[in-house]
């Protein structure tokens, strides 16, 4: 088998690939070792930027967004006994959207198939070959057990974090810009009703906590805890004692319910330098990682795959490599940005496990500051809905 662009992983930065590839007249294949079933009910992030919604809607793959997800303006931070909201609309005009990420998935993958798009779900034993010729190999098994090589122009490794098509740029050639954080997120889903609005982040005395959504009756939270903690030893009980003694107060709880999953998230920053090899391109968290505090790890993906998309458009349209050779240069600038922002809302939030009293004070007045000022507010409202995509030309 033959394609233009091989594309290895049908996350958001997979498919979306596929999709403005395909709206460009680009064939591609998308491999996948997940089947679609489990793709399409598994819940993650939930949080799209503005120009991803943007994105989404211009390029046809927005109408359910827009009847089932709902426009965020604004976020609530709540420290030292008090609540302050940050306005995104009166700060830079844009919002957010709560839709999670598996809807998006549905979305791409039903457009992807409606175009007769060639997904192959459930593949195992997954490698690359002869990335730095002139026609890399995805050698694959199908889900029906069949050896297959499938021959391409260029390779794009959407594997997420655990994937290995990174492991394709050489160790002497590769530099792994690293960063372990030393507390997790203990992240529940519970069947209630929302407790808030938008969305809450909480600095308290026992560490943060975090307020979000999923659907009118699912609800997702999160509190820092550490990251060796088993989820599983905690009763229901004592899992809502902790998440409300972080956020509740002056007439406010949260609407408690049944907890149907809990899972400790391990925080971590992550670049792939470069993110590209030969003809190997990465993609999303195959490339990086960002803690989720501030919500990026799903927004870098598909500005990568816009970017990428653009320089491909561009080699398969002209004969010119110039965007390709730059990509993970321009991918890359947004994606430092990211990990800025990530780590810094980390950092303001979090109590780290030897914080003192000065280290507590000194939180509270930068939350103070960037709650209290419109330029603070501004600050943080523009990183949150999301730097405009570079778009080159
Ligand atoms: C969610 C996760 C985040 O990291 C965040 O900052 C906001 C929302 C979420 O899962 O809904």
Request: negative net charge; hydrophobic residues 40%.
């Amino acid at each position: 088998a033959r394609t233009q662009v091989g594309i290895v992983g049908a996350g958001p930065a997979g498919l979306m690939l596929s999709h403005l590839l395909s709206a460009a007249g680009i064939g591609s294949v998308v491999i996948e070792t997940r089947t679609r079933e489990d793709i399409e009910a598994t819940i993650r992030a939930g949080i799209l930027e503005q120009g991803t919604v943007d994105l989404m809607v211009s390029t046809g793959v927005g109408d359910r967004l827009l009847d089932k997800g709902s426009r965020h303006d604004g976020i609530e931070i709540r420290f030292g006994g008090g609540s302050h909201r940050v306005d995104f609309r009166s700060s830079v005009g844009r919002s957010v959207y709560l839709y999670p990420q598996h809807e998006v998935l549905r979305d791409l993958i039903a457009a992807r198939l409606a175009d007769d798009g060639d997904i192959r779900f459930g593949a195992s034993e997954v490698s690359l070959h002869g990335v730095t010729g002139t026609e890399p190999v995805i050698h694959f098994t199908d889900a029906d057990g069949r050896p297959t090589d499938l021959r391409c122009d260029l390779i794009a490794g959407c594997d997420g974090a655990q994937g290995t098509t990174k492991w394709s740029i050489p160790d002497g050639r590769r530099t792994d810009h690293f960063r372990a954080y030393r507390h997790g997120w203990f992240g529940i889903l519970a069947e209630a009703p929302p407790s808030s609005k938008e969305l809450i982040y909480a600095h308290s005395d026992r560490g943060f906590a975090l307020i979000s959504s999923r659907t009118p009756t699912v609800q997702r939270m999160y509190f820092q805890c550490d990251p060796e903690e088993d989820a599983d030893s905690w009763s229901d009980n004592r899992i809502w004692d902790e998440l409300q003694s972080r956020v509740a107060g002056r007439g406010f709880s949260l609407n408690e319910g049944r907890i149907f999953q809990r899972s400790v998230i391990p925080m971590r920053s992550y670049i792939c330098d470069p993110m590209q090899h030969g003809r190997l391109f990465l993609a999303g968290d195959a490339a990086h990682t960002v803690p989720p505090t501030g919500a990026k790890g799903l927004n870098l993906a598909i500005s990568d795959a816009v970017v990428l998309a653009q320089a491909l458009e561009r080699f398969f349209g002209t004969g010119h490599a110039d965007l390709l050779e730059g990509y993970g240069r321009t991918a890359a600038q947004r994606v430092w940005r990211a990990q800025h922002f990530s780590w810094w809302m980390t950092s303001m939030l979090h109590l780290a496990p030897d914080a003192g009293d000065f280290d507590r004070h000194r939180q509270l007045a930068e939350l103070d500051q960037i709650t209290g000022s419109a330029a603070g507010r501004t600050l943080l409202a523009e990183s949150y809905t999301g730097w405009p995509i570079e778009l080159t030309n």
